[in-house]
Every structure is written in C-alpha cells, then in structure tokens.
C-alpha cells in the first residue's frame, strides 16, 4: 500500500515549456486534489475532483489544467511554465463520502518544480 | 468563506519544555478543523482533527488541540517537546456545508534548541 505517490520528485523546466505532474492513489479514495506550497504562504488549492469524472478550480487555477484519468490518477498539467510557477506542488487524496464529515486528506511527498 | 491564520512564523522551544502552537480560524459557524505537520522534505500528515464534540482532541505524537468557540482558536499543545518534533505545522479549516475542501494557514516552523 503505496498511498500517494507523485512523479517526479524533481523538475526544471524553461519558461514556455510544458509538463505534466502525475499523481496516483491506492486508497480507493473518492476526491482528489492539486495544491501549490510558497514560502509564507502556506498550500494553496489549485484544482480538485471530488469523485470521479468531476474537477472544479480552487483559490489559484490560472495557468493550469487537470484531468481525474480514473479513480486512481489525477494529473496536473502546465500548459506554458511561468517562473510564477516555480513552487512545490502536493498531491492529496481523501475518502470524502457523503454525511460522514470531513474526512483527512492524505499527502503525497510533493514535486519540486522550479521554472527558470 | 473561511480562513486561517497562524500568526508565529517561527517558535523556538528547547527540548523538554512545552508547546502551544496558535491558531485562530474565520467561519460563520463551527468549523471541521485539523492539525498537520510536515517533516523537512515530506508530505503533510494529519497529527489530529476537530469535528464536533469533546472540544479537548488527542493526536499522535502526544500532541492535542483545544477548540475555543468564544476565541476562534484551536492551539496545538504538547506537555514535553523532543528533538524530532521540529517541524512545519500547519492548521487547517474546513466549512461544514458544500464540497468539503480544507483551507490552510501559512504555518508555523518550530525549531527545538538542545
């Protein structure tokens, strides 16, 4: 039981260049959601699906897109990279069945991407 | 909408002595509110949660959380820090009605001195 894994650990991208930042669970967990993690700033929501064929934007979606593949993958997409962009990005996943109250989200280990 | 703030960026405790770590969230009502910490260069684990109830909560690691209503607050105490207790703590908040998604405060690092 993997729970969250995220690939890859590392990039470093040109301005202008695309990429996409994969993210799986094992958990059969429901929704599944993209954060970004600044100095000062805490994480931040860029996008979620709450179950599986929905996505709805968070607090910072600009520049972004995602697609939930299955119940299990859910991948981030940066279409053209911005050194705005550089950041560490975690994936979460949690059960989130409905009249059972908020339910933990579990981390993967993050992406740290930096965009030059 | 709700909102966190965690107002020490930074805490310095030597090992040994106790904890309290500040939060203080905004909500129309009573909000689910969770603990997490992060491990230098690891993801976010849940140390403990608020959802209705006891308002004295018990996490792992010996940590727990008091939920004040009249004060907006949910501090993380600990009675007895030890060294692998330096971290990246985060308080988070999440709204009772709608899709349930959890909003962060900025985190507070804790550093214990020998």
């Known amino acids: 039981n993997a729970g969250v894994t995220q690939t890859p650990k590392f990039q470093v991208l040109k301005t202008g260049q695309s990429m996409t930042l994969q993210c799986a669970q094992d958990m059969n967990h429901n929704s599944m959601y993209w954060y970004r993690q600044d100095p000062g700033m805490g994480l931040r929501l860029i996008y979620y699906s709450a179950s599986e064929g929905t996505t709805d934007k968070g607090e910072v979606p600009n520049g972004y897109n995602v697609s939930r593949l299955n119940k299990r993958e859910f991948s981030l997409r940066l279409e053209s990279a911005a050194p705005s962009q550089t950041s560490v990005y975690f994936c979460a996943s949690s059960v989130s069945v409905s009249g059972t109250g908020l339910d933990e989200q579990f981390f993967g280990p993050g992406t740290r991407l930096t965009v030059l | 909408a709700q909102s966190v703030t965690q107002p020490d960026i930074h805490i310095t405790v030597s090992e040994g002595a106790s904890l309290e770590l500040r939060c203080n969230y905004s909500y129309g009502a009573t909000p689910y509110l969770f603990w997490y910490v992060q491990s230098p260069g690891q993801g976010l684990q849940l140390l403990l949660k608020y959802f209705s109830g006891d308002t004295l909560v018990q996490g792992i690691k010996g940590f727990e959380a008091e939920f004040k209503r009249s004060q907006s607050s949910f501090n993380l105490r600990k009675p007895s820090v030890h060294w692998s207790d330096a971290a990246e703590y985060f308080c988070?908040?999440?709204?009772?009605?709608?899709?349930?998604?959890?909003?962060f405060g900025t985190g507070t690092r804790l550093l214990v001195s020998p």
């Open positions: 988070a908040v999440g709204a009772r009605t709608g899709f349930q998604k959890l909003v």
